[in-house]
């Protein structure tokens, strides 16, 4: 183990301890005062007597005079001869003034008024403080002590008049000191503050130059340096915020706006395309964090179920999986944040059961804008994969009816996928081409389009669209959305009691795809803008750049990644106020409307017609009972009067004919059968000459074929004078001239 310590037996013994230390004897207030009277025939001490003159001469006003002769010798001395350090001064000596007055009264407390709060930061204590607070403790330990007490004091009296006599000299002099010290101070402060302002303007001064050309070349040339692009780009916001201030003379705005965007370029790495519409929508000054929060994934969100479970129950159960979350936030009490899980959230029972749903905050805003009501008929053009559909199914609690249409059959998998893992029923799942859907099914009291577009909000998401988008896809984009969002309200029934609305949702911040697309159809459409039922978000453009829209886009609704967290969005809520088409006669809209209906019955026809396009009687008959019913639907569905469509179909019947005479050719001349072989002859020739080159040719084949070839032109001059001579008045003159 290791040898024993010889340790000392001898201990000091511990001494008491807090707890076990004797209280002190009780004070009173008015005892300082008894024993003051009981010891008023005693004999003062030397050195109590040496104060009590003190006093007697400060009250006396012996000491003002030598303050005021010092001072004025060190105002004569002093070079500056300036009004504010004789106020000083002068307000130095009222203080001595005051503190001599009040000292009589305060130095028996050990408290004097040299320390405050103007004079804290350059008076250091003094040494006189110290002797009053030694001397009040001496007289508490006199009052204790007694008799033996006064005699110490007697004896150590004799041996301090020396020092008080120096004491009192230091005492007058650092009087004067303090004040000196204090105009010194006062002085170097002024000075420090004239300097910071000099700092300060300065800096305000200096303007930020841009790199010269040389400059350019050599980062051209180098790998980029990130920490100076950084810098630079902060440099030339700051400039950009205050431009005329700011600026270096001779430089436009231009050109400090095309340094901006080949930094920001470079840096984040987005395409011109891009970074050019990103700062047509945001100011400089909040462009920086658009990008910082386009590089940051957006929280997982999850949607619950509420046909299987309540949010509060299903929070608990993820909480006891090791889910840490949150509720979404006040707008929505269905929607949960998870910050973190060490379970994956797609593999859970929960998950599994049709519990909730891994949906983006975002989505559940168009849904929230359009608030279906129970036993509503409800379109969503744009579903896949399911999230907006089956929250419009748990809102409806199951009841009436919700058509999810798709383009994408694939992504329609993942529709019906979802409908049955969550419980939903009253879900029709179809796949037709938005922009047909018209003619298909109309009358719904609801219509959701969340269409697509360039996905310029989710770039977190998806980071290749920094570099793939350009003009063409943005306009490629707003012409299908415009095409949707006709074909939506051509679907939506204006007479519904409970509905009529259409609500326009995309996940792009342009104004292209978003309030240039609700502009159109507000123009092209009897139709207007209602509120969106949203408490956030930013109003939507009314003006951007040189276009001006409807004063009540304002009610559109526009969200950030930087401000609000959520995927860039944009929701919009139109009412149908009627079937008219502003600017078009109603004549014209029959007409339409009868298109539609030939348009139908052709498709009929040849879907009836079989491969070989023949068609017997029987086929006729079993294509005439299939198209009836669905012809009835199609009356019903379009509601036009019957006496309408005989009029227009007997103008549609006098305009084929007249087509029909018009593109009627004049009968084409019969060719003899001469002219039919020569032309083959012709032919076959080309074809020989275009298959073998004429150089690679041995000379014999060139001969004959040259010699084939003058047979050809000596043949086609004998017909051609054959056929000069075939009429009776040249073989008169052929004869006469023989």
């Not at 000596?93 to 004097?112: H, I, P």
Request: proline content about 4%; glycine content about 6%.
């Amino acid at each position: 183990m290791g040898r024993k310590g010889e340790f000392a037996t001898d201990r000091v013994k511990p001494g008491p301890g807090k707890k076990t230390k004797k209280q002190k004897a009780p004070t009173f207030p008015g005892e300082q005062k008894l024993k003051n009277e009981l010891r008023g025939d005693k004999k003062l001490s030397s050195r109590q007597k040496k104060r009590a003159k003190k006093r007697d001469d400060k009250k006396s006003g012996k000491n003002k005079e030598e303050v005021v002769k010092t001072i004025e010798n060190e105002e004569e001395q002093s070079d500056e001869g300036v009004n504010d350090l004789e106020s000083d001064g002068e307000e130095a000596l009222a203080k001595f003034d005051s503190d001599e007055e009040v000292m009589g009264s305060d130095e028996e407390t050990g408290v004097t008024e040299e320390f405050t709060d103007e004079n804290a930061a350059w008076l250091k204590p003094s040494s006189k403080r110290k002797l009053i607070e030694s001397d009040d403790e001496d007289e508490e330990v006199e009052l204790k002590g007694g008799d033996d007490s006064d005699d110490d004091n007697e004896a150590e009296g004799s041996e301090e008049d020396d020092s008080d006599a120096s004491s009192e000299d230091d005492d007058d002099e650092m009087k004067v000191e303090k004040a000196a010290r204090k105009l010194k101070k006062k002085q170097d402060k002024m000075m420090a503050e004239s300097d910071k302002e000099m700092k300060m303007n300065l800096a305000e001064t200096e303007k930020f130059i841009l790199p010269s050309g040389q400059e350019i070349e050599r980062e051209a040339s180098t790998a980029p340096d990130l920490q100076i692009i950084q810098s630079r780009i902060r440099d030339v916001i700051h400039v950009l915020q205050d431009f005329k201030a700011r600026r270096e003379e001779g430089v436009d705005r231009q050109v400090y706006m095309n340094r901006l965007k080949k930094d920001l370029c470079t840096y984040y790495s987005y395409n011109d395309f891009m970074i050019e519409k990103f700062l047509q929508v945001f100011p400089a000054g909040e462009i920086l964090e658009v990008l910082e929060a386009n590089e940051v994934q957006r929280p997982v969100t999850i949607r619950t179920n509420s046909l299987k479970t309540r949010r509060r129950d299903l929070a608990q159960a993820l909480i006891n999986r090791g889910v840490n979350l949150d509720p979404v936030g006040k707008w929505s009490k269905v929607g949960l944040v998870v910050y973190s899980a060490t379970v994956p959230l797609g593999a859970t029972p929960e998950y599994l059961a049709g519990h909730y749903i891994l949906q983006g905050a975002s989505s559940l805003l168009p849904v929230m804008a359009l608030a279906p009501q129970e036993g509503e008929r409800i379109l969503d053009m744009a579903s896949a994969p399911g999230g907006k559909t089956t929250h419009i199914a748990a809102v409806m609690k199951n009841t009436g009816m919700v058509l999810a249409n798709d383009a994408n059959k694939d992504r329609c998998k993942a529709v019906v996928g979802n409908c049955h893992r969550l419980g939903i029923t009253n879900t029709v799942v179809c796949s037709h081409d938005g922009r047909m859907l018209p003619k298909v099914m109309t009358g719904f009291d609801r219509v959701l389009l969340d269409a697509p577009c360039s996905g310029s909000g989710v770039i977190s998401k998806d980071q290749s669209a920094k570099q793939s988008k350009d003009d063409q896809d943005i306009h490629l984009c707003s012409h299908l959305q415009k095409e949707l969002i006709l074909a939506a309200i051509d679907c939506l029934d204006h007479k519904s009691k409970t509905g009529g609305y259409l609500v326009y949702s995309t996940c792009s911040i342009l104004p292209e795809e978003n309030e240039n697309v609700v502009n159109y159809v507000l123009r092209k459409r009897h139709c207007k803008l209602v509120s969106t039922g949203l408490d956030f978000g930013v109003e939507g453009f009314t003006k951007y750049r040189e276009q001006r829209y409807h004063p009540t886009m304002n009610l559109c609704k526009r969200y950030y990644p930087h401000t609000h967290n959520m995927d860039g969005f944009f929701v919009a809520k139109i009412k149908k106020l009627s079937n008219i088409i502003p600017g078009q006669d109603p004549e014209v809209k029959a007409k339409k409307e009868e298109k539609t209906v030939s348009d139908v019955d052709t498709d009929v026809e040849k879907e009836s017609v079989k491969d070989s396009g023949n068609e017997s009687e029987k086929e006729t008959v079993e294509s005439k009972k299939k198209s009836a019913p669905t012809k009835a639907k199609f009356e019903k569905s379009t509601k036009n009067n019957k006496i309408l469509k005989e009029k227009m179909k007997d103008k549609k019947m006098k305009k084929k004919k007249e087509v029909e005479e018009e593109n009627k050719e004049p009968p084409k001349k019969e060719e003899t059968t001469k002219e039919k072989q020569q032309k083959r002859k012709d032919k076959k020739q080309v074809k020989k000459s275009s298959l073998i080159p004429e150089d690679a040719r041995p000379q014999k084949k060139k001969q004959k074929t040259e010699a084939s070839v003058d047979a050809v032109k000596a043949s086609d001059i004998k017909s051609s004078d054959e056929k000069s001579l075939s009429t009776p008045k040249l073989k008169k003159k052929q004869k006469d001239s023989l």
